[in-house]
Structures are given as C-alpha cells and as structure tokens.
C-alpha cells in the first residue's frame, strides 16, 4: 500500500513539474481530447492552458483514474458539433471514436489525430513520446518518460508469482497481446491464457478455467444495476478455485497510461 | 402407453447422462462419472458438480416443464396451436425476470427473481384464458397470444435498454432464445421447488381436461367445475413457465412440438398426453442442449435458436391445417 502511494504520487509529480514548465511556445494551443486514453495522457503532459477539454468519460471515476483533474476541465461528448465549436487546433482522438466524426471534423479543416489504444509497456512508452510530440512538449513527455521507467523497474517483478487467469463478464479472458495481459505479466504471473493459444481477448469456458487451476484470479469490475453477463463472476465454481485471491480490474487497468503501474503493485 | 412412457424414461435417462458428459473441459466419462458420484479433490469434481450438474438437471426440469405446460393449455384450451413461448407466457415471465433484476429485487431478496417471473407468467397466462377460453377458437387465441408476446418482448427489451449496466442490452438475445450456459446450483434450487409444486397442480388437472373434451357442457355435466380447473391451470403454467424463464430465459417451441408429436401415441388423451409430453420435453430440450456445446461450442448458441428450427416448421404446418378448415 505504501509502495503504491510512493508511486501515484511520483505520476502526480511528474505532471506537476511538466505543469509548471514554460507553457507550450510551438505547439498547439486549443487541444480538445476526445478519449478516455488520450485524455489522461494530455491531462499529464499538456502545458495549462494548452487544453481545453476532455471526454465525458474523464470524469468518470469508475473508468478514470484521473476524474479529479478531469472535473477541472470542460468535457465533450465526442460531438463533431460541439468540438468545432470549441475553435480547436488540435483534436486528439482514439481508434474507437466514430469514424464519420472525425472525418467530418478533418473536412472542416481541424486537424485531429488518431492514437490506438495501448496494449503493452512498449506501447505505452511509445505514445508517451507521440503525445508529447503533438502538443510540443517534449521534455515533459521525456520526463514522464523517465519516471515511468523507473516506476516500472520498482514495481515490476522478476520472480514469477505463479499462474494467473483474467476473467470478465461473459466468460472473457484476456491473452499477453492485451493492456491486461501485460500488467499481468509485469507482476510477474504466467497468464494461463497462453496456454489455450489465446492472445488478444477470447472467450474462454467456465470449465477450462477450472481444469487449468490458476492460483491468482483476476476477475473484472462489476457495474451499477445486474447482467445476467457479468453473473459468472459470481460463480460457485469461481470461488472454488481462487478462494480469497481474487482481484478486481478498476480503473487502473482500462487505459494505456503510466497509472498501470498502481494496477501492477496492486498485484503484487 | 406404458411402452412409451419406459422407452421416453430411458431416453431421458440416456440424454441427461450424456449432457454430463458433454463439455469441454478435456477428462473421460468415467473420471466424470466417478468425480460426479464420489467427490475427491481436483478440478474435476467441481466442474461435474457445479458446472454440469446444474446444467443437465435444469435442462431436464425445464423441458419437462415446457412440454407439460404445453400439453396442459393445448388440453385446456382445446387448441393445437397454445404454447407457453409462442403466445406470451414466456415472454411475460421474462419480463417480470428482468423487472425484478433491474430493479434490485433480486438482490435484497433472491426469491423474488422467480416470484417476480411468476407473476408475469400469471398475467400472460391469466389473459390468454379470460380472452380465448375453452373454446378452441384459434384466432382469438393467435391474435391474444401475439399481442401478449410482443408487448412482453417491447418491455423486456425497454428494460434493458434503460439498465445503467452496460451488458444488460446484449442480453435481449438470452431473454428471447434461453440459454443453460453457466448456470449454478443456485439456479436449480430456485427454479425447481416452485416447478414441483406447479407440476403437482396440473396433475391434478388431468381428469377435467379429459372430460373437457366432450365439451364444456358435458364436462360441467360430469362434475369438472370450470371455474377450479382454470384457476389450477392457470397457477400451474405460472408455477413452471415463471421459474422456469427466470433462470433459462424464454425457450420457445418446446411445448408445441412435444404435444404434437406424442399425440397421437396417448390417442389423443389430455390426461394420459401430460406425462409423455413432460418426458418428451426433457429429451428434446437436454438434446437441444447437448447440441449447442456440440455445434458451434464457442459462441453460446442460443437454446431456442435450434427449437425454433424444429418448432417454426411444424407451426406453419398446424396454421395450414387449422386454415384448410375443420380442427387439428
């Protein structure tokens, strides 16, 4: 727990520092981020001022680990209206957003920029640097860089904890080729996903997973109101093989950005 | 009649044992068999037990269930064409499932997911016998029927659609088709008490639907008072479709075909039609079953997808019939 303080408080001040640099002199200087992802990784590196909102979703704090912040900018809901008339130079968006709003968008002569989700570190460290590239800020996007780094050499795990299983509504597991499955692996566990060939995000039966006996089980976070979806995480057959060490995906595992780190310690 | 009653058991006997050993998870049928009958440590047990288990003996109680019911109101209401799924009752219990899941009922008390699929199948049932009677009129029946399952398929699907979880609207597909998938002992101490009791009641229905068949006045005649046998029947359906939907979700087609097929085996008795089509509706739906983990085994193929396969032909061959004049 004290570890995973030391750690957000280094993200914290990382972004304070990068904050208080000289404000962004070539870059952008109205930025509209239209993605959870994004959002996070321009509400860290931008200079004040230089953004001028983010998603609804920001704001969120079963989804954002960032709300707080996020509560101190305008948001959009991804609307080409509204983000035009928002007059910005710079449209950060993820792959998800609607394809026919961001080239209406682009038709009206705003340049926006598609980042694709990150799916692991080296993703990660990549779209630091591209995000830092966009808005100009480049030495506080190395910044992060490096203390993000560091981060990961302090809470990443060279031992091997054992077989893990990710398990969501619906019976879904998530392979080493996802965000999950890299955090996954960082803490140390061998994802029993490998073993059924399963890379990105599949199904994976009840029954498989009780017949591979993973000794940690992920399972996902559960949502407001039911789902008959979301019942197998409720399962008997779950309880009885990972009595008591089962963890709960939060927002710290939805979004490429440098708060995996908190999710990785959390594992550990 | 006996004949068929023993080969339906050992047909259902047969398919609920190969439903426990269909899955999977990769052990033979005699480490399941063992693991299911004497326990012992490992992963096996657990999935035999709380995986399987609960999935044949919901597949057995609900197609049961299924085909009584349908028996039971084709008996009542002197009319081929009345079955649980097709004319609302289903849906109605999928409703009042997904009103009470929706709403938290289920959480503070966990029996008032059945209960509250009861009472939906209540009320479809409940209209359908104030509106069509037992007069075997087959327009008023359709005509109610449709509108009663629209409505419940409009509400079920508003529900949902409405529900801040962001997987309740993928599951319209469940309420509609049914599925056994991932279902738990929980599931089948919910589902079965109120079933038995349900069942219990249309038993003892049998001999009034029989005299029913020489006509409402003869039968009042021979002592069968309507009021009681409706009220029964009425209670019955509700009793078994309610539950029944609130753990498999509505699995339509079932009690139409069953009937169908084994009426003319029981020559055409309502009374001695009810056990054989609770034996048939346990082997067509535990079949049903076993081919959904069979065909496609990775997409959680819906359960009233391949009913309806069976089903939607022998209706539009009962329309035919009921169109061409005279009854079925």
Not at chain 1, 1 to 13: C, G, K, Y
């Amino acid at each position: 727990m004290l570890a995973s303080v030391r750690i957000s408080d280094l993200i914290r001040a990382a972004a304070l520092v990068a904050a208080a640099a000289l404000p962004a002199a070539a870059g952008p200087q109205r930025v509209v981020s239209m993605n959870l992802c994004t959002d996070q990784l321009a509400m860290l590196l931008a200079a004040p001022g230089q953004l001028i909102s983010v998603s609804n979703l920001a704001r969120d704090p079963r989804m954002s680990p960032m709300a707080e912040q996020a509560a101190e900018y305008p948001v959009n809901f991804g609307r080409a209206e509204e983000i035009y008339l928002m007059r910005p130079d710079l449209v950060i968006a993820g792959e998800f957003e609607s394809g026919p709003t961001v080239s209406m968008l682009r038709r009206l002569g705003i340049r926006v920029e598609v980042l694709p989700p990150a799916e692991s570190i080296e993703a990660i460290r990549a779209e630091i640097t591209r995000m830092g590239g966009l808005l100009g800020r480049e030495p506080a996007a190395a910044d992060l860089l490096a203390r993000f780094d560091a981060g990961l050499d302090a809470a990443g795990s060279r031992e091997d904890r054992g077989r893990a299983a990710l398990y969501y509504a619906n019976g879904i597991t998530s392979g080493r080729g996802t965000l999950a499955g890299a955090i996954l692996e960082s803490a140390g566990y061998r994802n029993i996903a490998g073993d059924f060939g399963i890379t990105g995000t599949a199904k994976l039966p009840l029954e498989l997973l009780v017949m591979a006996r993973p000794e940690r089980l992920v399972t996902g976070a559960k949502w407001p109101g039911q789902s008959r979806s979301e019942a197998i995480l409720d399962h008997p057959a779950l309880a009885a093989i990972a009595p008591a060490t089962a963890k709960v995906t939060d927002r710290d595992w939805v979004c490429g950005t440098p708060f995996i780190l908190r999710a990785i310690e959390a594992l550990e | 009649m006996r004949a068929l009653l023993v080969g339906l058991s050992l047909l259902v006997a047969a398919l609920f044992l190969a439903s426990l050993l269909t899955g999977p998870a990769d052990f033979g049928p005699l480490e399941g068999l063992a693991a299911l009958i004497f326990g012992g440590d490992g992963p096996v047990p657990i999935v035999m037990h709380e995986i399987r288990l609960p999935r044949a003996i919901l597949g057995l109680a609900v197609g049961a269930g299924l085909g009584l019911t349908g028996a039971a109101m084709q008996g009542y209401l002197r009319n081929p064409l009345a079955e649980p799924g097709l004319i609302g009752v289903s849906g109605m219990a999928a409703l009042g499932a997904v009103i009470a899941i929706q709403t938290g009922l289920s959480l503070q008390a966990i029996l008032a997911l059945p209960a509250a699929a009861l009472a939906g199948a209540a009320l479809g049932v409940g209209l359908l016998v104030a509106l069509a009677g037992p007069r075997g009129g087959s327009v008023t029946l359709i005509l109610a029927g449709v509108a009663i399952s629209s409505l419940a398929g409009a509400g079920t699907a508003l529900v949902l659609n409405l529900s801040p979880n962001p997987y309740a609207a993928n599951e319209i597909m469940f309420w509609l088709m049914g599925s056994l998938a991932d279902r738990s002992m929980l599931h089948v101490w919910l589902a079965l008490p109120p079933m038995l009791v349900g069942a219990a009641l249309i038993r003892t229905t049998a001999t009034g639907l029989d005299a029913l068949t020489l006509g409402e006045a003869a039968a009042t005649a021979m002592g069968v008072s309507p009021s009681a046998l409706r009220l029964r029947l009425v209670a019955g359906v509700a009793l078994i479709v309610g539950p029944a939907t609130a753990v498999a979700g509505a699995v339509g087609f079932v009690g139409l075909v069953v009937p169908h097929i084994l009426r003319p085996w029981v020559g055409a008795r309502p009374s001695a039609l009810l056990p054989a089509s609770a034996l048939g509706g346990a082997a067509l739906l535990l079949a049903a079953d076993i081919a959904v983990r069979l065909v496609i085994p990775e997409r959680d193929l819906k359960l009233g997808v391949l009913t309806a396969i069976v089903g939607a032909p022998l209706f539009l061959h009962l329309i035919w019939k009921t169109r061409s004049g005279g009854r079925v």
